[in-house]
T-cell receptor
Framework: DVKVTQSSRYLVKRTGEKVFLECVQD?????MFWYRQDPGLGLRLIYF???????EKGDIPEGYSVSREKKERFSLILESASTNQTSMYLC???????????FGPGTRLTVL | KQEVTQIPAALSVPEGENLVLNCSFT??????LQWFRQDPGKGLTSLLL?????REQTSGRLNASLDKSSGRSTLYIAASQPGDSATYLC?????????????FGTGTKLQVIP
């Protein structure tokens, strides 16, 4: 079974802090994704990566950056956390962009 | 721009009932459609993936159908159980111009009452 893990289930940070969210997949998937999920807005794509060191912006990249130094690991970085970045963050991976996506358990981030 | 709608937003049924969840999309130029379930505070679990060339997919008590021309997919759950209680989401992948830009519905929250 595909396993996608995220570094934290719950995280509380203060405004202005730099925040790192880590995601690891164990199935040698090419593609990895970061979404945020908010009530009433559904899931929105922040960034995705189709190969090591390759990334593309999603629908809402502002205030975020990403890093993919190794195939199995995809990091989401909030350069200076703000309260409007309080959300559930979900990581996903897929073998190719045509295949089904597998999700991690999510990180509930609260920015105070 | 693709829009994906799931109606109703919430559904409550007695245990044992067969039920249908709906997913509508506005642009029929899709590559595939995926159904997920999400338990409270958790990530998404993939249930079924239907390619645009397929009409349906089955897994256990679940059956998903796809009618591209009418922009609809349904998820049929047979003999519902309390453990089926969760939010069910559908996600549509386009067949051009950004395969990564999957559009998700906002989900149907299902409660199965014992």
């Amino acid at each position: 079974d595909v396993k996608v893990t995220q570094s934290s289930r719950y995280l509380v940070k203060r405004t202005g802090e730099k925040v790192f969210l880590e995601c690891v997949q164990d199935m040698d998937h090419e593609n990895m994704f970061w979404y945020r999920q908010d009530p009433g807005l559904g899931l929105r794509l922040i960034y995705f990566s189709y190969d090591v060191k390759m990334k593309e912006k999603g629908d809402i990249p502002e205030g975020y950056s990403v890093s993919r130094e190794k195939k199995e690991r995809f990091s989401l970085i909030l350069e200076s956390a703000s309260t409007n970045q309080t959300s559930m963050y979900l990581c996903a991976s897929s073998f190719t962009i045509y295949n089904e996506q597998f999700f991690g358990p999510g990180t509930r981030l609260t920015v105070l | 721009k693709q829009e994906v709608t799931q109606i109703p937003a919430a559904l409550s049924v007695p245990e044992g009932e067969n039920l249908v969840l709906n997913c509508s999309f506005t642009d029929s130029a899709i590559y595939n459609l995926q159904w997920f379930r999400q338990d409270p505070g958790k990530g998404l679990t993939s249930l079924l993936l239907i390619q645009s060339s397929q009409r349906e997919q089955t897994s256990g008590r679940l059956n998903a159908s796809l009618d591209k021309s009418s922009g609809r997919s349904t998820l049929y759950i047979a003999a519902s159980q309390p453990g089926d209680s969760a939010t069910y989401l559908c996600a549509v992948r386009p067949n051009s111009g950004g395969y990564q830009k999957v559009t998700f519905g906002t989900g149907t929250k299902l409660q199965v009452i014992p």
